[in-house]
């Protein structure tokens, strides 16, 4: 059983449409990252979050990390081909003796 | 610098063969991590190493050898590998194992290992 449970799966969507991936847990985590990966590569940092109800942006991307630390969401808003790839939560929780726990991960792909 | 790198980037290598992957950061960082990865999977994490010292081994086959020679180095031996174990290996570094609940992995860009 996975500690984060990661949906979509995939999401396939046109340029312009906003999309939204959710990470959720029924286990408190002391931080949460968000990863992204192109086939092939390492997972490439896009944010990490640490406190309950904290909000970040980058650029068109929005992420979000729940008042009681168990679940996170990222929003992309008028997506673009280059925001294709595997997006993957990870976090830290004292459940998994802060060994790093992923989500499944999330394809998505953004139609030109 | 949030650097790590990987060599090789491709290996291809027969059942009987010996060779080994190598990663390097030079964040100042205390714990590198060897995980494996499959197509369209998460990475699984295979070894911690916390200060230059094995920390955790996650019940990987003994055909995987890991060596920390030093803070900046992570290596692994492979030696009589099978065709399952075809994989993107990954390699990654944060400041410290257990060290801060808030503590962020670094990754490599992988090597991506073909064991025929």
């Known amino acids: 059983t996975q500690l984060l449970e990661q949906s979509p799966q995939f999401l396939s969507i046109q340029e312009g449409e906003n999309l939204t991936v959710y990470c959720n847990s029924s286990s408190v985590f002391s931080s949460l990252q968000w990863y992204r990966q192109e086939p092939g590569e390492g997972p490439v940092l896009l944010v990490t979050v640490v406190t309950g109800g904290e909000v970040k942006k980058l650029k068109r991307l929005t992420f979000q990390f729940g008042d009681a630390r168990k679940d996170s969401s990222l929003h992309i808003t008028a997506a673009q081909p280059g925001d294709t790839g595997l997006y993957l939560c990870a976090g830290l929780s004292r459940t998994n003796d802060y060994k790093l726990s992923f989500g499944a991960g999330t394809t998505v792909t953004v139609r030109a | 610098d949030t650097e790590v790198t990987q060599t090789p980037k491709h290996l291809v290598m027969g059942m009987t063969n010996k060779k080994s992957l190598k990663c390097e950061q030079h964040?100042?960082?205390?714990?590198m991590y060897w995980y494996k990865q499959k197509a369209k999977k998460p990475p699984e994490l295979m070894f911690v190493?916390?200060?230059?010292?094995?920390?955790i081994n996650e019940s990987v086959p003994s055909r995987f050898s890991p060596e920390c020679p030093n803070s900046s180095l992570l290596n692994l031996h492979l030696h009589a590998l099978q065709p399952e174990d075809s994989a993107l290996y990954l390699c990654?570094?944060?400041?410290?194992?257990?060290?801060?609940?808030?503590?962020?992995?670094?990754f490599g860009p992988g090597t991506r290992l073909t064991v025929l």
């Open positions: 190493y916390s200060y230059e010292k094995l920390s």
């Open positions: 990654a570094s944060s400041q410290g194992y257990r060290v801060a609940s808030t503590d962020t992995q670094y």
């Open positions: 964040m100042g960082h205390r714990a």
